[in-house]
């Protein structure tokens, strides 16, 4: 089964062929290709969505064929469809689910609408030695950071969630507060990297009481006031963003030892861009060796939002009998855990 993957739930417009056995147990990614739209938002500080929806719209078709190309296919040779289908900005949304559902009907192939945060989760399972659940997945990106108990594909139960801003907002609403080019979260942590380690000790937000919940909006205000005391030199510039990225780094660990004493799992997934954080990887790596457990991320390619991993959803979900209707439908705001078991 050769499934079409299309991804546009924001400012990236990703299409990917994915190939599995009829069971969908067996798999490759045959072609990807990911557009950004980093430059024509960068003028605005961050993403406007009437603008982002033009912007698919004019991509979409021409990747499409690109990606088709390179996978040596035609359109024809398409056994499905995927497309994101929330959670997302409605209009982004609405462009790759039209294009996906039109491209089904007319082909007379299935269609199944994925749900983004899925993609991320299952991004890791496209690697090589793929972690089985039942496992802890940290889903951290601009717009979410969760902790979700995985107990199989399509049997999610959410154990803590931001409160405020997701960690990746942090990042980049930190980065916009000291002047550094959007989009700002990997800008700051490549200041990062040329920090003091505790030049500036920030708190570990919400990791002094019981639960799994995050919140990073009084992080955002420490580093803020801090800012604003130094001498806005380079060097105090780099030491806030080492202090602040740390705080982060710290927290996301915390929460995750705790959730996966909680659930007695020994692995741990983890998915979303913020995912492709050197520091944050590194640091996850030794709390699973730790415990005794395993820690399994995506390529950093595959962290931000991307087809292949609508692609690879989309392809065990056909698998295993599902898809749409003929009508087309967006859903901006959708809860993972109401989602149909495999």
Request: negative net charge; aromatic residues 6%; glycine residues 12%.
């Amino acid at each position: 089964m050769k499934v079409l993957g299309i991804e546009t739930s924001c400012d990236e417009t990703g299409v990917a062929v994915y190939e599995t056995s009829d069971d969908g147990r067996a798999g490759a990614l045959r072609a990807h290709a990911l557009y950004s739209q980093i430059a024509l938002h960068a003028e605005y500080g961050g993403v406007v969505p009437e603008l982002a929806s033009r912007d698919h719209v004019r991509k979409l078709l021409p990747l499409i064929r690109q990606t088709l190309a390179e996978a040596g296919m035609t359109i024809a040779d398409v056994d499905g469809v995927a497309y994101t289908a929330g959670p997302g900005l409605a209009g982004a949304l609405l462009v790759g689910a039209a294009a996906g559902r039109a491209l089904a009907w007319a082909l007379e192939r299935p269609a199944i609408a994925v749900h983004h945060m899925e993609g991320h989760l299952l991004a890791p399972l496209m690697e090589a030695d793929p972690p089985a659940p039942p496992f802890v997945a940290l889903l951290v990106s601009g717009g979410h950071t969760q902790l979700i108990a995985v107990e199989a594909i399509g049997c999610y139960r959410l154990l803590g969630d931001t409160l405020d801003d997701a960690a990746g907002e942090a990042f980049d609403k930190t980065a916009k507060m000291m002047g550094l080019a959007y989009p700002g979260g990997p800008e700051l942590a490549r200041l990062a990297e040329g920090g003091r380690a505790n030049a500036y000790k920030f708190s570990r937000p919400m990791t002094d009481r019981p639960g799994f919940d995050f919140s990073f909006s009084g992080l955002k205000t420490q580093v803020l006031l801090a800012w604003q005391a130094s001498d806005g030199s380079d060097s105090a510039r780099a030491d806030i963003a080492r202090g602040f990225e740390d705080a982060v780094v710290d927290t996301l660990a915390i929460k995750c030892e705790r959730a996966l004493r909680a659930t007695g799992a020994r692995t741990l997934v983890v998915a979303g861009g913020v995912g492709a954080n050197r520091r944050l990887r590194a640091r996850l790596e030794k709390l699973a060796a730790e415990l005794g457990g395993r820690v399994c991320f995506p390529r950093p390619e595959f962290c931000t939002d991307n087809g292949a991993m609508i692609a690879y959803a989309g392809a065990l979900r056909l698998a295993a009998g599902q898809h749409e209707g003929e009508s087309i439908a967006v859903y901006p705001r959708w809860d993972m855990a109401t989602l149909p078991a495999l």
